[in-house]
């Protein structure tokens, strides 16, 4: 297996496309299993060019190839992580550890105690994942329009 570099992607970045097919493809298994629908189907390359100026992204690449990302929004007092998405060939290798792994270092050296997340009710497996890395549950939230709560906040403590 070839190694898996980190980079970080800024707004210029040649590649949005692929980076945005990217976290479709890694999203898609959601389809139909979640309500409402991933925000990822609401992204573009603009908007992800947006996203990219706004938080820090991280893409990860093997060879040429794009493997997996993560965006981090700063927030008060820690970093929220989203669209961690790994190139669903690929899932099993530990890539999205790494990416979970590059995300705290960061936190960490901007002084933040913690990060947070969300992931949907449904998906149990991402919740059973996040909670093996150190994640715990601190609330759940609805989304507009439904009266039973659709998302789970999990939370890792980084000191």
Do not use: W
């Not at 970080?8 to 890694?26: H, T, Y």
């Not at 909670?131 to 939230?141: I, W």
């Amino acid at each position: 297996m070839p190694p898996v570099t980190l980079l970080r992607v800024s707004a210029d970045f040649g590649r949005m496309e692929a980076l945005l097919d990217l976290i479709m493809r890694s999203f898609a298994y959601m389809n139909g299993v979640i309500d409402p629908p991933s925000s990822a189907h609401r992204l573009t390359v603009e908007s992800l060019r947006e996203k990219c100026e706004a938080e820090i992204a991280i893409a990860a690449q093997e060879d040429d190839r794009l493997a997996g990302c993560v965006f981090l929004a700063e927030r008060a007092d820690h970093f929220y992580l989203g669209k961690l998405a790994v190139d669903p060939a690929l899932q099993g290798r530990g890539i999205g550890r790494l990416l979970m792994q590059e995300a705290e270092a960061i936190a960490v050296a901007a002084g933040k105690p913690a990060i947070e997340l969300q992931t949907r009710i449904e998906l149990t497996g991402n919740q059973a994942a996040f909670a093996r890395m150190g994640f715990v549950e601190t609330g759940r939230t609805a989304h507009a329009g439904f009266n039973r709560p659709t998302s789970i906040t999990l939370r890792k403590a980084l000191r």
